[in-house]
């Protein structure tokens, strides 16, 4: 991984994550770095009916809606295995038909003075019935509080992403808070 900017960053695939690909991106790349998509922010937003949750009782994971902005990281996929990195990254993220993938223009947090550029990023679709739009905080809780899937409770997974962002120095405040109020800290 180089912490050098790229110079074919028009021909390489670029991959803008803001949730479990960040630590857990499953596909190879190149080069990763610290980012900004604006006009979006990361938002526990999506009911989970299979891992973190039934149909009967859903739990919470997150996606990309709209409003704001978000501090994440985008990695640097080459030409000759772009398009097996997309297919992988779909087969993941867009098996259930949440999220949708879209092109948008990111930035180079470590490198602000650079142009923004496009990266695919996995957004929630606010069309599909798993679109959790603008829950109070009080439900919120309660979902995550019952959310139990496959891959485990909804209060794990946010546990886990709230001490990855952590990790990576990329606190959210409004997940710190969530956090606080599903212990009962609120």
Known sequence: MSSQPTQSRAKDLWVFAYGSLMWRPDFAFSEVRPALLRGYHRALCIYSHVYRGTPKRP??????????????RVFRVENGIAEDVLAAIDEREISYSVYVRRRV??????????????????????RGP?????????????????????TGTSREYLENTV?????LGIPDKRLHAVLRAVRGHA
């Open 59 to 72: 739990g919470l994971v997150l996606g990309l809606d709209f409003g704001g902005s978000c501090r994440g």
């Open 105 to 126: 223009p990111v930035a180079f947090l470590d490198r602000p003075r650079e142009p923004r550029f496009a990266a695919h990023a996995y957004f929630v679709d606010r």
């Open 130 to 150: 798993q679109y959790a739009r603008n829950l109070p905080l009080g439900r919120i809780v309660e979902l995550i509080r019952q959310g139990r899937g496959q």
């Open 163 to 167: 001490r990855h962002l952590d990790e």
